[in-house]
Nanobody, 124 residues
Framework: QVHLVDSGGGLVQAGGSLRLSCAAS????????MGWFRQAPGKEREFVAG????????TYADTVKGRFTISRDNAKNTVYLQMNSLKPQDTAVYYC?????????????????WGQGTQVTVSS
């Protein structure tokens, strides 16, 4: 089992940057495929970015490609989401998640463990 704690959200102006962190305890993050998801009010939870087990290969939603970067620090047992050039439509609660599957899956139903979420608000 793994316990995930999300942090780093906040209020930022359009064009600004934030870095989200997902600190894991219980097992090392490299033994899971890890994903970042977001959910805006009235909308379904959607996939943002993911990183594969072991290989560290990454995948991004088209809406964030080129602006967001997911990374993993095995020594700190933490996964990060660097978000640059933020837009008002990026406003949402962001969640990290872990799956025992080998590769990233965009569907939230494939993930076994979730962080509590961190609010990101981008003002125009």
């Amino acid at each position: 089992q793994v316990h995930l704690v999300d942090s780093g959200g906040g209020l930022v102006q359009a064009g600004g940057s934030l870095r989200l962190s997902c600190a894991a305890s219980g097992r090392t993050v490299s033994t899971y495929a890890m994903g970042w998801f977001r959910q805006a009010p009235g909308k379904e939870r959607e996939f943002v970015a993911g990183i594969n087990r072991w290989s560290g290969g990454t995948t991004y939603a088209d809406t964030v490609k080129g602006r967001f970067t997911i990374s993993r620090d095995n020594a700190k047992n933490t996964v990060y989401l660097q978000m640059n050039s933020l837009k008002p439509q990026d406003t949402a609660v962001y969640y990290c998640a872990a799956t025992t599957k080998m590769t990233i899956h965009p569907s939230p139903g494939n993930y076994d463990y979730w962080g509590q979420g961190t609010q990101v608000t981008v003002s125009s």
